[in-house]
């Protein structure tokens, strides 16, 4: 008997020790593949900015891309030279410098977005606004900042800083009141226009300035022997322009994007950092549970055995596994002018409204009743769900139930539910289709 136990208690700690050594493993290999892949997609998104009035005189910032690949955010600042006949230009990921025109400028904001003549290959940022981030949230700086030029081959190289959020505030100027973020993050000649990102690699904001005064410096070389120099009013004190100031304009371009619009609570927000790390993790601990509860039984040790056996078996002859059924999901009209009709879907929002230039399902011009953006919906792949979301629409959007869905505040529905727009006559449902 007590050698029955004592073989027990070896079976045991021996499938313990194998799943222990699992997890090290996966940690080890995944915690740095995660930071490097968040890392690749903030560089991927953050391009160079020139601004050139002659040959010899050339002005430098930030930018990261936007919409589909062919348009980036920056600072009016950076290129103000444009208005004198100066000549913009963007560096591709090819290291190209492509020519790019001035699609959109404010100068009561600070900010322009560039139009190029072809696409960069960088990848086009995601957005996340004020409601989803907090005073003393990690953030990070991405730029190119000129003091950390020291050779031609570091022009084109990403440079990245970290600070938190001191606080949130607001700069008046003759176009109203601009929201800003005030960062710790330095900022520095040749960031501006650069993206802020949260810890989710999300632009929360674009950097604009550092807190700078303009002091006196001998100079022997200058015209009365002084010259103007900017030096640090104080240290760990700079700010960017909040991301919602940059939306809206957006959205007045009929330029595409996406953003976050509520914080994650405790678990999600590490469940985001992480989240091959955290399935992987329960995945294991579920199954060093399972299989220690089988060794407490006979019937179970029986069945490890018969399992071990199989795999081996498995292991040794060429054993062919029917195919798994896959699932796709898809967006079905009910009734109005897409009844009938069946949308694949993917991760990507589809816009339904009357302008054609913003949306994908595009509505009868003669639909008053249907906003030009009316709505959006989406396929969360994570939880198997469907996001729905009005666009602050007068007549709005609503579900099956009748129950109307907050503007701007994405609402979770299942397949199989139903939604409409503004009246039954254009009504829809999301379903996920199985097939082999």
Not at 98 to 126: H, N, R, Y
Not at 416 to 434: I, T
């Amino acid at each position: 008997m007590i050698e029955d136990q004592h073989k027990r208690y070896s079976e045991i700690a021996f499938i313990a020790n194998i799943w222990r050594g699992l997890l090290i493993l996966a940690l080890g290999w995944l915690i740095p593949a995660q930071a490097d892949g968040l890392t690749e997609s903030m560089r991927s998104s953050t391009v160079p900015v020139v601004c050139l009035t002659s040959p010899t005189k050339v002005g430098a910032g930030s930018g990261f891309i936007v919409a589909t690949g062919k348009h980036v955010v920056t600072n009016r600042h950076v290129v103000a030279c444009a208005d004198e006949g100066g000549r913009v230009g963007v560096m591709s990921a090819s290291g190209e410098l492509v020519q790019a025109t001035v699609a959109w400028k404010s100068e009561a904001k600070d900010l322009a977005v560039l139009s190029v003549e072809k696409d960069l290959g960088g990848q086009p940022v995601a957005f996340a606004t004020r409601t989803t981030i907090d005073e003393r949230d990690k953030v990070i700086v991405a730029g190119y900042p000129g003091a950390a030029q020291r050779s031609a081959r570091d022009f084109g190289k990403v440079s990245f800083a970290e600070g938190i959020i001191s606080k949130f505030t607001e700069l008046d100027s003759s176009g109203g009141t601009i929201r800003h973020i005030q960062i710790t993050a330095p900022v520095n000649p040749g960031n501006s226009g650069g993206p802020l990102f949260n810890e989710f690699g999300q632009v929360v904001g674009i950097n604009v300035q550092k807190s700078l005064t303009a002091v006196l410096v001998v100079d022997p070389t200058a015209l009365l022997g002084v010259r103007q120099e900017r030096v640090p009013l104080g240290e760990g004190v700079a700010w960017a322009i909040l991301s919602d100031e940059l939306l809206v304009e957006l959205e007045h371009l009929h330029l595409p994007f996406t953003a976050t619009r509520s914080k994650p609570n405790a678990f999600s927000t590490e469940f985001a950092k992480q989240p091959i790390l955290f399935s992987f993790a329960a995945l294991a601990m579920l199954l060093a549970a399972v299989s220690t509860g089988l060794l407490l039984t006979r019937r179970g040790r029986v069945a490890i055995k018969d399992v071990v056996t199989r795999g081996r078996d498995f292991a040794t002859k060429r054993v062919s596994s029917p195919a798994k059924p896959s699932a796709s999901p898809v967006l079905r009209g009910i009734s109005g002018p897409y009844a009938h009709a069946t949308i694949p879907m993917d991760d990507k929002p589809i816009a339904i409204g009357r302008d054609a230039n913003i949306c994908q399902l595009v509505m009868p011009p003669d639909a008053a009743d249907i906003g030009r953006r009316h709505c959006t919906i989406r396929w969360e792949r994570a939880t198997r769900t469907f996001l729905l979301e009005d666009c602050w629409t007068t007549n709005g959007t609503f579900l099956d139930n009748g129950e109307i869905v907050e503007p701007a505040k994405p609402r979770s529905i299942k397949p199989g539910d139903r939604f409409y727009l503004a009246n039954r006559q254009y009504q829809f449902e999301v379903a996920v289709e199985s097939h082999s």
